[in-house]
Protein backbone atom coordinates (compact mmCIF):
# COMPACT_ATOMS: atom_id res chain seq x y z
CA UNK A 1 0.00 0.00 0.00
CA UNK A 2 1.71 3.86 -0.71
CA UNK A 3 2.08 5.83 1.81
CA UNK A 4 0.37 8.99 0.22
CA UNK A 5 -1.12 11.80 1.51
CA UNK A 6 -4.17 12.71 0.21
CA UNK A 7 -3.68 16.22 -1.47
CA UNK A 8 -6.26 18.17 -3.85
CA UNK A 9 -6.13 16.95 -7.23
CA UNK A 10 -7.56 19.88 -9.27
CA UNK A 11 -6.18 23.04 -10.06
CA UNK A 12 -9.10 24.89 -7.99
CA UNK A 13 -8.49 22.19 -5.08
CA UNK A 14 -4.70 23.80 -4.52
CA UNK A 15 -5.88 27.42 -4.93
CA UNK A 16 -8.70 26.66 -2.20
CA UNK A 17 -5.78 25.71 -0.47
CA UNK A 18 -3.83 28.47 -0.78
CA UNK A 19 -6.50 30.78 -0.06
CA UNK A 20 -7.44 28.62 3.32
CA UNK A 21 -3.12 28.63 4.47
CA UNK A 22 -3.23 32.30 3.51
CA UNK A 23 -6.33 33.73 5.68
CA UNK A 24 -4.84 31.55 8.49
CA UNK A 25 -1.34 33.44 7.98
CA UNK A 26 -2.85 36.77 8.31
CA UNK A 27 -4.03 36.07 12.04
CA UNK A 28 -0.43 34.18 12.99
CA UNK A 29 3.34 35.60 13.30
CA UNK A 30 4.17 36.76 9.99
CA UNK A 31 1.81 39.23 9.53
CA UNK A 32 0.31 40.30 13.20
CA UNK A 33 3.81 42.01 13.96
CA UNK A 34 2.54 44.84 10.98
CA UNK A 35 -0.13 45.59 13.17
CA UNK A 36 1.26 45.73 16.24
CA UNK A 37 1.23 49.35 16.69
CA UNK A 38 -0.33 52.33 18.99
CA UNK A 39 -1.85 53.62 16.19
CA UNK A 40 -5.94 54.09 16.24
CA UNK A 41 -7.60 53.61 13.05
CA UNK A 42 -11.44 54.32 13.03
CA UNK A 43 -11.34 55.25 16.54
CA UNK A 44 -10.12 51.66 17.31
CA UNK A 45 -6.71 50.07 18.08
CA UNK A 46 -4.88 48.70 14.69
CA UNK A 47 -5.23 45.40 16.10
CA UNK A 48 -8.91 45.19 17.00
CA UNK A 49 -9.50 46.23 13.09
CA UNK A 50 -7.41 43.96 11.99
CA UNK A 51 -8.95 41.58 13.81
CA UNK A 52 -12.36 42.64 12.04
CA UNK A 53 -10.75 42.61 9.09
CA UNK A 54 -9.71 38.88 9.44
CA UNK A 55 -13.31 37.98 10.12
CA UNK A 56 -14.69 39.57 6.74
CA UNK A 57 -11.47 38.30 4.86
CA UNK A 58 -12.69 34.82 6.41
CA UNK A 59 -16.25 34.80 5.03
CA UNK A 60 -15.24 36.08 1.78
CA UNK A 61 -12.61 33.51 1.35
CA UNK A 62 -15.33 30.60 2.36
CA UNK A 63 -17.63 32.41 0.48
CA UNK A 64 -15.32 32.34 -2.76
CA UNK A 65 -14.01 28.88 -2.63
CA UNK A 66 -17.64 27.61 -2.24
CA UNK A 67 -18.58 29.70 -5.38
CA UNK A 68 -15.83 28.32 -7.54
CA UNK A 69 -16.26 24.72 -5.89
CA UNK A 70 -12.32 23.98 -4.72
CA UNK A 71 -13.33 22.21 -1.82
CA UNK A 72 -16.39 19.27 -2.10
CA UNK B 1 -37.88 46.33 44.39
CA UNK B 2 -36.45 47.67 41.74
CA UNK B 3 -33.22 45.88 42.90
CA UNK B 4 -34.80 42.22 42.11
CA UNK B 5 -35.83 43.24 38.53
CA UNK B 6 -32.38 41.98 37.22
CA UNK B 7 -32.65 38.80 39.18
CA UNK B 8 -36.88 38.88 37.30
CA UNK B 9 -35.37 39.03 33.69
CA UNK B 10 -32.53 36.30 34.59
CA UNK B 11 -34.94 33.84 35.67
CA UNK B 12 -37.37 34.79 32.95
CA UNK B 13 -34.65 34.24 30.14
CA UNK B 14 -34.56 30.30 32.25
CA UNK B 15 -38.42 29.85 32.00
CA UNK B 16 -37.87 30.92 27.99
CA UNK B 17 -34.89 28.45 27.69
CA UNK B 18 -37.22 25.53 29.55
CA UNK B 19 -39.77 26.53 27.28
CA UNK B 20 -38.06 26.15 24.15
CA UNK B 21 -35.83 23.32 24.63
CA UNK B 22 -38.93 21.26 26.19
CA UNK B 23 -41.22 21.32 23.27
CA UNK B 24 -38.53 21.21 20.86
CA UNK B 25 -38.21 17.42 20.35
CA UNK B 26 -42.12 17.16 20.32
CA UNK B 27 -42.89 13.73 18.45
CA UNK B 28 -39.72 11.91 18.72
CA UNK B 29 -38.97 8.90 20.18
CA UNK B 30 -35.73 10.81 22.32
CA UNK B 31 -35.55 6.75 23.87
CA UNK B 32 -33.55 6.49 20.08
CA UNK B 33 -29.89 7.72 20.62
CA UNK B 34 -30.09 8.85 16.36
CA UNK B 35 -33.13 11.32 17.83
CA UNK B 36 -31.81 12.55 21.44
CA UNK B 37 -28.40 12.21 19.78
CA UNK B 38 -27.89 14.10 16.31
CA UNK B 39 -31.64 15.35 16.19
CA UNK B 40 -32.11 12.99 13.24
CA UNK B 41 -29.79 15.00 11.61
CA UNK B 42 -32.51 17.68 10.64
CA UNK B 43 -31.24 21.64 11.18
CA UNK B 44 -31.09 23.87 8.97
CA UNK B 45 -28.22 26.32 7.88
CA UNK B 46 -29.63 29.17 10.38
CA UNK B 47 -29.99 26.70 13.27
CA UNK B 48 -26.88 25.33 12.66
CA UNK B 49 -25.07 28.96 12.41
CA UNK B 50 -26.52 29.96 16.05
CA UNK B 51 -26.17 26.24 17.42
CA UNK B 52 -22.69 26.74 16.86
CA UNK B 53 -21.52 29.97 17.16
CA UNK B 54 -23.75 30.27 20.89
CA UNK B 55 -21.55 27.01 21.46
CA UNK B 56 -18.15 28.66 20.77
CA UNK B 57 -19.14 31.96 22.92
CA UNK B 58 -18.96 30.51 26.54
CA UNK B 59 -19.69 32.41 29.58
CA UNK B 60 -15.36 32.66 30.05
CA UNK B 61 -15.79 34.24 26.51
CA UNK B 62 -18.31 36.75 27.65
CA UNK B 63 -16.96 37.42 30.87
CA UNK B 64 -12.98 36.69 30.24
CA UNK B 65 -12.77 38.80 27.40
CA UNK B 66 -13.56 42.35 29.02
CA UNK B 67 -11.76 40.52 32.19
CA UNK B 68 -8.44 40.00 29.34
CA UNK B 69 -8.96 43.35 27.98
CA UNK B 70 -9.02 45.14 31.54
CA UNK B 71 -5.70 43.53 32.82
CA UNK B 72 -4.01 42.75 29.69
CA UNK B 73 -5.19 44.71 26.62
CA UNK B 74 -5.60 43.79 22.87
CA UNK B 75 -3.93 39.90 23.79
CA UNK B 76 -8.16 39.07 24.47
CA UNK B 77 -8.40 39.93 20.44
CA UNK B 78 -6.81 36.46 20.23
CA UNK B 79 -10.14 35.12 21.18
CA UNK B 80 -11.64 36.98 18.07
CA UNK B 81 -9.60 35.23 16.03
CA UNK B 82 -9.46 31.89 16.99
CA UNK B 83 -13.11 31.54 17.18
CA UNK B 84 -13.04 32.33 13.63
CA UNK B 85 -10.58 30.24 12.67
CA UNK B 86 -12.88 27.57 14.14
CA UNK B 87 -15.27 28.90 11.52
CA UNK B 88 -13.34 27.79 8.71
CA UNK B 89 -12.66 23.85 10.62
CA UNK B 90 -16.35 23.56 10.52
CA UNK B 91 -16.80 24.24 7.07
CA UNK B 92 -13.27 22.19 5.79
CA UNK B 93 -14.17 19.53 7.98
CA UNK B 94 -17.91 19.26 9.46
CA UNK B 95 -18.96 18.30 5.64
CA UNK B 96 -16.72 15.61 5.53
CA UNK B 97 -17.90 14.38 8.74
CA UNK B 98 -21.22 14.59 8.41
CA UNK B 99 -20.77 12.42 5.32
CA UNK B 100 -19.01 10.18 6.93
CA UNK B 101 -21.84 9.70 9.96
CA UNK B 102 -24.50 10.06 7.49
CA UNK B 103 -23.17 6.98 5.31
CA UNK B 104 -22.18 4.59 8.65
CA UNK B 105 -23.90 5.91 10.96
CA UNK B 106 -21.77 7.17 13.54
CA UNK B 107 -22.90 9.46 15.86
CA UNK B 108 -19.71 10.78 17.83
CA UNK B 109 -15.90 11.37 16.65
CA UNK B 110 -14.83 8.03 18.96
CA UNK B 111 -16.55 5.75 16.70
CA UNK B 112 -15.30 7.34 13.67
CA UNK B 113 -11.89 6.44 15.35
CA UNK B 114 -12.71 3.13 16.39
CA UNK B 115 -14.18 1.76 12.39
CA UNK B 116 -11.42 3.85 10.85
CA UNK B 117 -8.43 2.60 13.13
CA UNK B 118 -10.59 -0.80 13.88
CA UNK B 119 -10.22 -0.72 17.24
CA UNK B 120 -13.24 -0.14 19.79
CA UNK B 121 -10.42 0.23 22.96
CA UNK B 122 -8.47 3.09 21.04
CA UNK B 123 -12.68 4.68 20.55
CA UNK B 124 -12.95 4.05 24.24
CA UNK B 125 -9.82 5.18 25.34
CA UNK B 126 -10.26 8.70 22.89
CA UNK B 127 -13.99 8.85 24.67
CA UNK B 128 -12.93 9.09 28.73
CA UNK B 129 -9.89 11.23 27.97
CA UNK B 130 -11.37 13.74 25.60
CA UNK B 131 -13.79 13.99 28.39
CA UNK B 132 -12.21 15.57 30.93
CA UNK B 133 -11.32 18.42 29.00
CA UNK B 134 -15.01 18.64 27.76
CA UNK B 135 -16.26 18.14 31.65
CA UNK B 136 -13.81 20.82 32.77
CA UNK B 137 -15.17 23.04 30.36
CA UNK B 138 -18.73 22.12 31.67
CA UNK B 139 -17.89 22.70 35.13
CA UNK B 140 -16.23 26.55 34.29
CA UNK B 141 -19.87 27.42 32.59
CA UNK B 142 -21.51 25.96 35.26
CA UNK B 143 -19.61 27.70 38.17
CA UNK B 144 -19.79 31.02 35.61
CA UNK B 145 -23.98 30.78 36.00
CA UNK B 146 -23.94 30.02 39.25
CA UNK B 147 -21.99 33.58 40.05
CA UNK B 148 -24.16 35.20 37.49
CA UNK B 149 -27.54 34.23 39.85
CA UNK B 150 -25.58 35.00 42.69
CA UNK B 151 -24.57 38.98 41.84
CA UNK B 152 -28.11 39.02 39.70
CA UNK B 153 -29.56 37.84 42.93
CA UNK B 154 -27.48 40.25 45.29
CA UNK B 155 -26.51 37.11 47.36
CA UNK B 156 -29.73 35.61 48.23
CA UNK B 157 -29.00 32.60 45.78
CA UNK B 158 -25.79 30.83 47.14
CA UNK B 159 -23.04 29.36 44.96
CA UNK B 160 -24.31 25.44 45.47
CA UNK B 161 -28.15 26.60 44.84
CA UNK B 162 -27.28 28.77 41.46
CA UNK B 163 -25.24 25.50 40.41
CA UNK B 164 -28.31 23.23 41.09
CA UNK B 165 -30.87 25.59 39.27
CA UNK B 166 -28.96 25.80 36.53
CA UNK B 167 -27.94 22.28 35.92
CA UNK B 168 -31.77 21.19 36.73
CA UNK B 169 -32.79 23.81 34.17
CA UNK B 170 -30.33 22.60 31.26
CA UNK B 171 -31.59 18.82 32.51
CA UNK B 172 -35.49 19.45 31.91
CA UNK B 173 -34.85 19.92 28.60
CA UNK B 174 -32.00 18.13 27.14
CA UNK B 175 -33.26 15.03 28.90
CA UNK B 176 -36.47 16.26 27.04
CA UNK B 177 -35.46 16.94 23.83
CA UNK B 178 -31.69 16.13 23.19
CA UNK B 179 -29.47 18.14 20.38
CA UNK B 180 -32.96 19.63 19.27
CA UNK B 181 -33.48 21.13 22.36
CA UNK B 182 -29.70 22.17 22.28
CA UNK B 183 -30.13 23.19 18.93
CA UNK B 184 -33.44 25.70 19.58
CA UNK B 185 -31.82 26.87 23.07
CA UNK B 186 -28.94 27.97 21.32
CA UNK B 187 -30.06 29.94 18.55
CA UNK B 188 -32.49 31.65 21.70
CA UNK B 189 -29.25 32.34 23.73
CA UNK B 190 -27.34 33.40 20.92
CA UNK B 191 -29.16 36.16 19.50
CA UNK B 192 -29.72 37.53 23.04
CA UNK B 193 -26.19 37.00 23.46
CA UNK B 194 -25.38 39.09 20.06
CA UNK B 195 -28.36 41.55 21.28
CA UNK B 196 -26.80 42.59 24.58
CA UNK B 197 -23.33 42.60 23.69
CA UNK B 198 -23.58 45.26 21.62
CA UNK B 199 -26.42 47.19 23.94
CA UNK B 200 -24.06 46.85 27.05
CA UNK B 201 -21.10 47.73 25.03
CA UNK B 202 -22.62 50.99 23.52
CA UNK B 203 -24.58 51.57 26.84
CA UNK B 204 -21.37 51.83 28.41
CA UNK B 205 -19.34 53.60 25.71
CA UNK B 206 -22.18 56.35 26.18
CA UNK B 207 -21.89 56.90 29.86
CA UNK B 208 -18.02 56.82 29.53
CA UNK B 209 -17.63 58.95 26.55
CA UNK B 210 -21.30 61.02 26.16
CA UNK B 211 -21.43 59.35 22.57
CA UNK B 212 -21.47 56.23 20.79
CA UNK B 213 -17.23 55.96 19.17
CA UNK B 214 -15.02 53.97 20.73
CA UNK B 215 -12.25 56.75 19.90
CA UNK B 216 -12.02 58.68 22.80
CA UNK B 217 -11.80 55.10 25.19
CA UNK B 218 -8.81 54.12 22.84
CA UNK B 219 -7.04 58.24 22.95
CA UNK B 220 -6.82 57.28 26.81
CA UNK B 221 -5.71 54.49 26.96
CA UNK B 222 -2.83 55.51 24.16
CA UNK B 223 -2.04 58.05 26.36
CA UNK B 224 -1.79 56.76 29.82
CA UNK B 225 -1.21 53.13 29.18
CA UNK B 226 0.19 52.68 25.53
CA UNK B 227 1.55 49.02 26.32
CA UNK B 228 -2.60 47.70 26.47
CA UNK B 229 -2.73 48.70 22.56
CA UNK B 230 0.03 46.21 21.60
CA UNK B 231 1.25 42.88 22.17
CA UNK B 232 2.77 41.27 24.61
CA UNK B 233 0.05 43.56 26.59
CA UNK B 234 -0.24 44.85 29.97
CA UNK B 235 0.73 42.16 31.87
CA UNK B 236 3.79 41.26 29.05
CA UNK B 237 2.86 37.74 28.85
CA UNK B 238 1.57 37.40 25.37
CA UNK B 239 4.07 37.64 22.56
CA UNK B 240 3.36 37.24 18.88
CA UNK B 241 4.98 33.88 19.17
CA UNK B 242 1.99 33.06 22.03
CA UNK B 243 -0.64 34.51 20.13
CA UNK B 244 0.21 32.79 17.12
CA UNK B 245 0.57 28.83 19.16
CA UNK B 246 -2.26 29.90 21.51
CA UNK B 247 -4.34 30.24 18.08
CA UNK B 248 -3.48 27.11 16.66
CA UNK B 249 -3.83 24.82 19.49
CA UNK B 250 -7.22 26.17 19.39
CA UNK B 251 -8.10 25.86 16.04
CA UNK B 252 -6.53 22.56 16.10
CA UNK B 253 -8.67 21.02 19.08
CA UNK B 254 -12.12 19.09 17.00
CA UNK B 255 -14.10 18.79 20.27
CA UNK B 256 -16.61 15.71 20.24
CA UNK B 257 -19.19 18.46 20.79
CA UNK B 258 -18.72 20.00 17.35
CA UNK B 259 -18.21 16.93 16.13
CA UNK B 260 -21.90 15.86 16.67
CA UNK B 261 -23.16 19.39 16.27
CA UNK B 262 -21.85 18.69 12.37
CA UNK B 263 -24.06 15.36 12.68
CA UNK B 264 -27.17 17.05 13.56
CA UNK B 265 -27.16 19.26 10.12
CA UNK B 266 -29.75 18.24 7.96
CA UNK B 267 -27.28 18.29 5.03
CA UNK B 268 -23.67 18.75 4.09
CA UNK B 269 -24.68 21.95 2.65
CA UNK B 270 -26.23 23.41 5.76
CA UNK B 271 -23.07 22.97 7.55
CA UNK B 272 -21.07 24.69 4.76
CA UNK B 273 -23.21 27.59 4.76
CA UNK B 274 -23.65 28.09 8.53
CA UNK B 275 -19.81 27.58 8.70
CA UNK B 276 -19.02 30.24 5.92
CA UNK B 277 -21.25 32.81 7.80
CA UNK B 278 -20.25 31.89 11.53
CA UNK B 279 -17.24 33.99 11.56
CA UNK B 280 -19.53 37.17 11.69
CA UNK B 281 -21.17 36.11 14.64
CA UNK B 282 -17.88 36.19 16.53
CA UNK B 283 -17.91 40.45 16.29
CA UNK B 284 -20.08 40.17 18.88
CA UNK B 285 -16.73 39.84 20.92
CA UNK B 286 -15.73 43.40 20.13
CA UNK B 287 -18.38 45.53 22.13
CA UNK B 288 -17.03 43.25 25.39
CA UNK B 289 -13.77 44.10 24.55
CA UNK B 290 -14.17 47.40 24.78
CA UNK B 291 -16.53 47.71 27.70
CA UNK B 292 -13.09 45.80 29.36
CA UNK B 293 -11.03 48.78 28.47
CA UNK B 294 -13.60 51.05 30.08
CA UNK B 295 -13.34 49.36 33.17
CA UNK B 296 -9.99 50.38 33.39
CA UNK B 297 -10.41 53.86 33.95
CA UNK B 298 -13.67 53.18 36.29
CA UNK B 299 -12.44 50.45 37.99
CA UNK B 300 -9.04 50.44 38.86
CA UNK B 301 -8.52 48.55 41.84
CA UNK B 302 -10.64 45.62 41.10
CA UNK B 303 -9.60 42.09 42.71
CA UNK B 304 -10.94 39.76 39.56
CA UNK B 305 -11.07 41.17 36.61
CA UNK B 306 -13.61 38.58 34.75
CA UNK B 307 -16.26 40.63 36.96
CA UNK B 308 -15.75 44.02 34.99
CA UNK B 309 -18.92 44.36 32.82
CA UNK B 310 -20.85 42.48 35.55
CA UNK B 311 -19.90 45.34 38.12
CA UNK B 312 -20.12 47.97 35.87
CA UNK B 313 -23.52 46.94 34.85
CA UNK B 314 -24.74 46.58 38.67
CA UNK B 315 -23.17 49.74 39.41
CA UNK B 316 -23.94 52.06 36.79
CA UNK B 317 -26.33 50.90 34.22
CA UNK B 318 -30.70 51.11 34.86
CA UNK B 319 -31.85 47.59 36.26
CA UNK B 320 -33.14 46.28 33.06
CA UNK B 321 -29.77 46.79 31.20
CA UNK B 322 -28.25 45.11 34.23
CA UNK B 323 -30.89 42.02 33.75
CA UNK B 324 -30.07 41.81 30.21
CA UNK B 325 -26.19 41.35 30.62
CA UNK B 326 -26.95 38.95 33.76
CA UNK B 327 -29.38 36.68 30.91
CA UNK B 328 -26.88 37.33 28.42
CA UNK B 329 -24.29 36.05 30.51
CA UNK B 330 -26.24 33.15 31.74
CA UNK B 331 -27.24 32.26 28.37
CA UNK B 332 -23.36 31.46 27.15
CA UNK B 333 -22.74 29.84 29.99
CA UNK B 334 -25.82 27.48 29.37
CA UNK B 335 -25.47 27.13 25.53
CA UNK B 336 -21.70 26.03 26.37
CA UNK B 337 -22.32 23.50 29.18
CA UNK B 338 -25.49 21.79 27.63
CA UNK B 339 -23.10 20.76 24.60
CA UNK B 340 -20.80 19.42 26.46
CA UNK B 341 -23.52 17.43 29.12
CA UNK B 342 -25.24 15.89 25.91
CA UNK B 343 -21.73 15.07 23.91
CA UNK B 344 -20.15 13.08 27.06
CA UNK B 345 -23.64 11.22 28.36
CA UNK B 346 -23.83 10.26 23.82
CA UNK B 347 -20.16 9.05 23.88
CA UNK B 348 -19.80 7.29 27.51
CA UNK B 349 -23.14 5.82 26.12
CA UNK B 350 -21.95 4.47 22.52
CA UNK B 351 -18.30 4.47 22.83
CA UNK B 352 -17.63 2.69 25.89
CA UNK B 353 -20.50 1.29 28.25
CA UNK B 354 -22.63 -0.81 24.61
CA UNK B 355 -19.00 -2.37 23.64
CA UNK B 356 -18.34 -3.04 27.34
CA UNK B 357 -21.46 -4.20 28.29
CA UNK B 358 -22.45 -5.41 24.70
CA UNK B 359 -25.82 -3.78 24.89
CA UNK B 360 -28.11 -3.88 21.86
CA UNK B 361 -28.95 -0.29 19.99
CA UNK B 362 -32.51 0.18 22.04
CA UNK B 363 -30.64 -0.52 25.58
CA UNK B 364 -27.99 1.97 25.00
CA UNK B 365 -30.58 4.25 23.06
CA UNK B 366 -32.80 4.18 26.37
CA UNK B 367 -29.32 4.53 28.35
CA UNK B 368 -27.55 7.72 26.77
CA UNK B 369 -30.51 10.19 27.34
CA UNK B 370 -30.37 9.01 31.43
CA UNK B 371 -26.42 9.07 31.57
CA UNK B 372 -27.07 13.39 31.79
CA UNK B 373 -28.00 12.76 35.23
CA UNK B 374 -25.61 10.71 36.92
CA UNK B 375 -22.83 12.94 35.10
CA UNK B 376 -24.51 16.28 36.39
CA UNK B 377 -25.59 15.10 39.94
CA UNK B 378 -21.98 13.26 40.75
CA UNK B 379 -19.20 15.13 38.26
CA UNK B 380 -19.92 18.45 37.33
CA UNK B 381 -22.40 19.47 40.22
CA UNK B 382 -19.87 18.83 43.27
CA UNK B 383 -16.71 19.90 41.55
CA UNK B 384 -18.72 22.99 40.60
CA UNK B 385 -19.82 23.77 44.38
CA UNK B 386 -16.23 22.99 45.09
CA UNK B 387 -14.78 25.43 43.01
CA UNK B 388 -11.27 24.31 42.98
CA UNK B 389 -8.19 26.54 42.57
CA UNK B 390 -7.04 23.27 39.97
CA UNK B 391 -9.67 23.49 37.74
CA UNK B 392 -8.01 25.38 35.55
CA UNK B 393 -5.18 23.42 34.95
CA UNK B 394 -7.84 20.09 34.33
CA UNK B 395 -8.73 22.52 31.62
CA UNK B 396 -5.40 22.92 29.98
CA UNK B 397 -4.17 19.64 30.40
CA UNK B 398 -8.17 18.89 28.81
CA UNK B 399 -7.63 21.47 26.36
CA UNK B 400 -4.01 19.97 25.58
CA UNK B 401 -5.35 17.01 25.14
CA UNK B 402 -8.58 17.38 22.49
CA UNK B 403 -5.73 19.19 20.60
CA UNK B 404 -3.94 16.05 20.33
CA UNK B 405 -6.77 14.33 18.61
CA UNK B 406 -5.84 16.16 15.62
CA UNK B 407 -3.82 13.74 13.96
CA UNK B 408 -6.00 10.84 14.59
CA UNK B 409 -8.35 12.77 12.55
CA UNK B 410 -6.29 13.70 9.86
CA UNK B 411 -5.27 9.85 9.40
CA UNK B 412 -9.21 9.20 8.93
CA UNK B 413 -9.36 12.13 6.22
CA UNK B 414 -5.85 12.39 4.77
CA UNK B 415 -3.68 9.59 5.52
CA UNK B 416 -4.59 6.07 4.59
CA UNK B 417 -1.37 4.60 5.99
CA UNK B 418 -2.18 5.76 9.38
CA UNK B 419 -1.99 2.67 11.92
CA UNK B 420 -4.06 2.27 15.08
CA UNK B 421 -0.67 2.04 16.63
CA UNK B 422 0.48 5.27 15.01
CA UNK B 423 -2.53 7.23 16.69
CA UNK B 424 -2.15 5.15 20.38
CA UNK B 425 1.43 5.96 20.61
CA UNK B 426 1.22 10.10 18.86
CA UNK B 427 -1.97 10.60 21.43
CA UNK B 428 0.26 9.31 23.77
CA UNK B 429 3.39 11.21 23.26
CA UNK B 430 1.36 14.43 22.62
CA UNK B 431 -0.09 14.00 25.93
CA UNK B 432 3.10 13.26 27.60
CA UNK B 433 4.61 16.55 26.99
CA UNK B 434 1.68 18.58 26.44
CA UNK B 435 1.66 17.82 30.59
CA UNK B 436 5.26 18.44 30.87
CA UNK B 437 5.24 21.71 28.92
CA UNK B 438 2.23 23.29 30.87
CA UNK B 439 3.36 22.35 34.20
CA UNK B 440 6.86 21.37 34.70
CA UNK B 441 8.81 23.05 31.66
CA UNK B 442 6.06 25.93 30.88
CA UNK B 443 5.41 27.19 27.34
CA UNK B 444 9.34 26.33 26.43
CA UNK B 445 10.38 29.53 23.62
CA UNK B 446 6.87 30.97 24.20
CA UNK B 447 5.72 28.70 22.10
CA UNK B 448 1.92 26.95 23.83
CA UNK B 449 2.91 23.21 25.12
CA UNK B 450 -0.11 22.35 22.96
CA UNK B 451 1.63 23.05 19.68
CA UNK B 452 4.76 21.21 21.54
CA UNK B 453 2.47 18.33 22.34
CA UNK B 454 1.24 18.59 18.68
CA UNK B 455 4.75 18.33 17.07
CA UNK B 456 5.96 15.38 18.93
CA UNK B 457 2.64 13.65 17.99
CA UNK B 458 2.42 14.01 14.64
CA UNK B 459 6.44 13.04 14.58
CA UNK B 460 5.71 9.79 16.30
CA UNK B 461 1.89 9.38 14.48
CA UNK B 462 4.47 9.50 11.29
CA UNK B 463 7.17 6.87 12.20
CA UNK B 464 5.00 4.36 14.23
CA UNK B 465 2.35 4.13 11.14
CA UNK B 466 5.00 4.05 9.04
CA UNK B 467 6.33 0.72 10.54
CA UNK B 468 3.71 -0.99 11.76
CA UNK B 469 0.35 -2.57 9.82
CA UNK B 470 -2.22 -0.27 7.91
CA UNK B 471 -5.95 -0.84 8.36
CA UNK B 472 -7.53 -3.75 6.26
CA UNK B 473 -8.56 -3.20 2.33
CA UNK B 474 -12.30 -3.08 3.52
CA UNK B 475 -11.90 -0.30 5.96
CA UNK B 476 -9.25 1.33 3.22
CA UNK B 477 -12.09 1.38 0.43
CA UNK B 478 -14.93 2.69 2.71
CA UNK B 479 -12.70 5.86 4.09
CA UNK B 480 -10.67 6.06 0.84
CA UNK B 481 -12.69 5.25 -1.85
CA UNK B 482 -12.20 7.77 -4.51
CA UNK B 483 -7.62 6.89 -4.20
CA UNK B 484 -8.73 3.22 -3.65
CA UNK B 485 -7.45 2.19 -6.69
CA UNK B 486 -4.29 4.61 -6.92
CA UNK B 487 -3.50 3.18 -3.41
CA UNK B 488 -2.86 -0.52 -4.17
CA UNK B 489 -1.76 0.40 -7.41
CA UNK B 490 1.33 -1.22 -7.16
CA UNK B 491 -0.38 -4.38 -5.31
CA UNK B 492 -2.53 -4.32 -8.66
CA UNK B 493 0.43 -4.40 -10.68
CA UNK B 494 2.72 -6.77 -9.34
CA UNK B 495 0.07 -9.56 -9.28
CA UNK B 496 -0.94 -9.29 -13.43
CA UNK B 497 2.05 -10.91 -14.39
CA UNK B 498 1.05 -14.15 -12.14
CA UNK B 499 -2.39 -13.73 -12.85
CA UNK B 500 -1.17 -13.73 -16.61
CA UNK B 501 0.78 -16.70 -15.89
Not at chain 2, 470 to 479: L, W
Request: proline share 5%; net charge positive.
Amino acid sequence: MKSTFMLPKTRKGWISLALIVFVIVLGSWPVIPFFNKETIVFGMPMLMVWSIVIIVITTSTLWFINKIGGVK
Amino acid sequence: MTMYIPLLITISYMIIAVLLGYTAGKGKDMNNAENWGVGSRSMGPITMYLLIAAGGVSAYTFMGSPGWAYSKGVPALYVVVYLTYMGVIAWYFGPKVWELGNKYKYVTQSAAISDRYESKPLGGLASIVTSIGVLAYAVLQTTGAAYILNVMSYGMIPTWVGVFLSLGVISIYLYRSGLKAIGITNAFQGGLMFVVSWFVGLWATNQFTGGYSFRPIFERVQADIPEFLTLPGGLGDMNVTFWTTSILISVFSIWQTHWIQWMGAASKQSIKRAATLLPTFYIVLIPMIAVGFIGIFMYPNLNNPDTVAIQMAVDNMPVVVAGLLGAGTLAAAMSSSEPCIHATALSYSKDVLQPLFKWDEVTAGKWTRRLIFPIMAFIIAPISIMEPASLVYILLIGYGFIGQAFPSIIGMFFWPRATKYGAFWGLFAGFVVTVLFSFVITHPLGVHAGIWGLLINTSVFVLVSLVTKPASKATIERFFPDRYEELYEDEHVKKMPETSA
